[in-house]
Nanobody, 128 residues
Framework: QVQLVESGGGLVQAGGSLRLSCAYS???????????CAWFRQAPGKEREFVAA????????IYADSVKGRFAISKNNAGNTVYLQMNNLKPEDTGIYSC??????????????????WGQGTQVTVSS
């Protein structure tokens, strides 16, 4: 079974930065480098939405329009970790951020239907 464990969430003022990490582990032979990875978020009272994704090799990132230019996703296959650097945070970025992995191309991972594994989520709160 695959496990994704997020860390790095917290409380930050508007304009500040946070870096989220997602550590991958697997008891079987499922290799991290075979998975595209993504971050989704869910604000209170709203549906979960796509934030960013990165290709299997870690070379092709894609972003939701709302975070483009402020967030950066990266993937370290050797370290079995995916990151989300969040800069110039806004109160509307508040939510539970969840890491996801899927054996698919990066564009398809905009859809939650393509996710094979989810992390438990980490809370990000941005105060105004």
């Amino acid at each position: 079974q695959v496990q994704l464990v997020e860390s790095g969430g917290g409380l930050v003022q508007a304009g500040g930065s946070l870096r989220l990490s997602c550590a991958y582990s697997a008891a079987s032979r499922r290799t991290f480098s075979n998975y595209a990875c993504a971050w989704f978020r869910q604000a209170p009272g709203k549906e979960r939405e796509f934030v960013a994704a990165i290709s299997v090799g870690g070379t092709i990132p894609i972003y939701a329009d709302s975070v483009k230019g402020r967030f950066a996703i990266s993937k370290n296959n050797a370290g079995n970790t995916v990151y989300l650097q969040m800069n110039n945070l806004k109160p509307e970025d508040t939510g539970i951020y969840s890491c996801a992995a899927g054996r698919t191309i990066v564009d398809e991972l905009r859809s939650q239907r393509e996710v094979d594994f989810w992390g438990q989520g980490t809370q990000v709160t941005v105060s105004s």
